[in-house]
């Protein structure tokens, strides 16, 4: 393959990315063809909220570190238009909502939310709000945000690459299985990435985030045979608080 039509592949690839997991305006039309063949950019999106998270930390360091933290998470949520929290609704209303894998999945792919969505919601919000609290009454936020941005797209594909899709027709199986090539690409990307921004305490940081969406992954096998886009949204938010949480540790 000529230089050039490797850059084009790559370019391609990272705005394909971009354009599945945020809801930034790009310019021209992202190559579909690609597929799940272009998931190992998928980091390049993690890299793109968690900027965004830490530039709005930043631009409210003048402010008390809580509201630092919640407008760093507000502009985290808005690039990716809230895509992976309503993933984590929709999968904890699901997997504990029902008593069968057929009345799971119907849950799962209901746009209304209940308790057990509402609760893990702000479980999350909360963990996460902490830890940039934390991380910013350390002076030492901005890194880490990224850092764990980036790991935490990693184990998405690689319940992908590992899990037949559940529903026939979801997100997960129109994007198609990308190659375990794919998410080893990614986490050598994002690992490297997370060493450079915050030392040694990035691969703990990966380790834990793995070991936890490996244990969602065993759960939405055990409970609806597969995974979703709403699986793959859920391993983000479980795996981002497990790398800033970790971070944190590391950091503080």
């Known amino acids: 393959m000529a230089r050039n039509d490797i850059i084009d592949r ?41 900027g965004a998270g830490a530039l709005a930390i930043w631009l409210a360091s003048a402010l008390p570190a809580g509201a630092a933290s919640a407008l760093g998470l507000a502009a985290m949520i808005v690039v990716t238009g809230a895509m992976h929290e309503d993933g984590l609704a929709d999968t904890a209303d699901g997997l504990w909502g029902g008593w069968d894998r057929d009345r799971r999945l119907e849950i799962m792919k209901d746009s209304r939310i209940g308790a057990y969505g509402v609760i893990a919601l702000i479980l999350s919000l909360l963990a996460r709000w902490s830890l940039l609290a934390a991380l910013i009454g350390a002076g ?11 790991l935490s797209r990693v184990p998405m594909i690689l319940l992908m690459a590992l899990m037949d899709p559940a529903r026939p027709g979801g997100l997960a199986q129109q994007v ?15 690992l490297i990435a997370a060493l450079i921004l915050s030392g040694w305490g990035a691969i ?16 939405a096998q055990a409970k609806i045979g597969g995974q979703t886009g709403d699986i793959l949204g859920t391993s983000q938010q479980v795996s981002e608080i497990a790398a800033l949480a970790v971070l944190t540790a590391y950091l503080t």
């Open 204 to 219: 703990w940081a990966l380790g834990l985030a793995l070991l936890l969406a490996l244990g969602l992954a065993r759960i």
């Open 10 to 50: 790559v370019f391609g690839d990272v705005m394909l990315a971009l354009g599945l997991l945020t809801r930034l305006p790009l310019p021209g039309t992202p190559d579909l063809s690609r597929g799940a063949a272009a998931a190992w950019a998928w980091p390049v999106a993690g890299l793109a909220a968690g």
């Open 176 to 190: 198609g299985q990308p190659p375990l090539a794919a998410a080893l690409i990614a986490a050598g990307l994002a």
């Open 140 to 150: 030492t936020v901005l890194a880490p945000v990224i850092a764990a941005a980036m």
